[in-house]
Protein backbone atom coordinates (compact mmCIF):
# COMPACT_ATOMS: atom_id res chain seq x y z
CA UNK A 1 0.00 0.00 0.00
CA UNK A 2 1.03 3.66 -0.91
CA UNK A 3 1.48 6.13 1.83
CA UNK A 4 0.31 9.71 1.12
CA UNK A 5 3.64 11.19 2.52
CA UNK A 6 6.26 13.08 0.61
CA UNK A 7 9.89 12.29 -0.42
CA UNK A 8 12.41 14.67 -0.39
CA UNK A 9 16.55 13.73 -0.73
CA UNK A 10 18.38 16.57 0.46
CA UNK A 11 22.47 15.80 -0.63
CA UNK A 12 24.90 16.70 1.44
CA UNK A 13 28.30 15.39 -0.28
CA UNK A 14 29.15 13.68 -3.32
CA UNK A 15 27.81 10.03 -1.61
CA UNK A 16 25.52 11.12 0.86
CA UNK A 17 22.15 12.70 1.80
CA UNK A 18 19.21 13.23 3.62
CA UNK A 19 15.87 10.96 2.97
CA UNK A 20 13.29 13.31 3.85
CA UNK A 21 9.75 11.81 4.63
CA UNK A 22 6.67 14.29 5.42
CA UNK A 23 4.81 12.48 8.51
CA UNK A 24 1.60 13.13 9.99
CA UNK A 25 2.55 12.15 13.67
CA UNK A 26 6.09 14.39 13.69
CA UNK A 27 6.04 16.64 10.45
CA UNK A 28 8.89 14.99 9.14
CA UNK A 29 11.12 12.47 9.26
CA UNK A 30 14.98 12.15 8.00
CA UNK A 31 17.33 9.78 7.68
CA UNK A 32 21.27 9.53 6.50
CA UNK A 33 21.39 7.98 3.43
CA UNK A 34 24.78 6.68 1.30
CA UNK A 35 25.30 6.26 -2.33
CA UNK A 36 27.62 3.29 -2.05
CA UNK A 37 27.83 -0.69 -0.79
CA UNK A 38 26.42 -1.06 2.77
CA UNK A 39 29.14 -1.06 5.78
CA UNK A 40 26.76 -2.25 8.30
CA UNK A 41 23.74 -0.98 9.34
CA UNK A 42 23.20 1.68 6.99
CA UNK A 43 20.93 2.58 4.21
CA UNK A 44 21.87 3.17 1.14
CA UNK A 45 20.53 5.53 -2.05
CA UNK A 46 20.53 4.73 -5.80
CA UNK A 47 21.67 8.66 -6.19
CA UNK A 48 18.75 9.51 -7.94
CA UNK A 49 17.33 12.95 -6.40
CA UNK A 50 14.35 13.11 -8.14
CA UNK A 51 12.60 9.72 -7.86
CA UNK A 52 14.84 7.55 -5.18
CA UNK A 53 15.50 4.17 -4.28
CA UNK A 54 16.35 3.35 -0.61
CA UNK A 55 17.64 0.26 0.69
CA UNK A 56 16.88 -1.36 2.98
CA UNK A 57 13.35 -0.70 3.96
CA UNK A 58 12.82 1.96 7.19
CA UNK A 59 11.70 0.92 10.41
CA UNK A 60 10.26 4.45 12.02
CA UNK A 61 11.17 4.64 15.66
CA UNK A 62 10.75 8.07 16.34
CA UNK A 63 8.20 9.52 18.89
CA UNK A 64 4.66 7.92 17.83
CA UNK A 65 5.16 7.18 14.75
CA UNK A 66 6.16 2.95 14.28
CA UNK A 67 5.46 3.11 10.50
CA UNK A 68 7.88 0.87 8.29
CA UNK A 69 8.23 1.18 4.54
CA UNK A 70 10.07 0.82 1.42
CA UNK A 71 11.53 4.02 -0.50
CA UNK A 72 10.84 2.79 -4.13
CA UNK A 73 11.62 5.17 -6.90
CA UNK A 74 10.12 7.98 -4.84
CA UNK A 75 7.60 6.60 -3.08
CA UNK A 76 7.19 5.56 0.01
CA UNK A 77 5.37 1.54 0.30
CA UNK A 78 4.06 0.72 3.67
CA UNK A 79 4.41 -2.65 5.21
CA UNK A 80 1.82 -3.14 7.62
Excluded: Y
Aim: with cysteine.
Amino acid sequence: MMLDVSVCVQPRAEDRAFIVVSCPLNGECKWSVWKREPVGAMWTWDGNVEVPTIRPSIDCRQAGCGRHFSIEGGKAVSHL
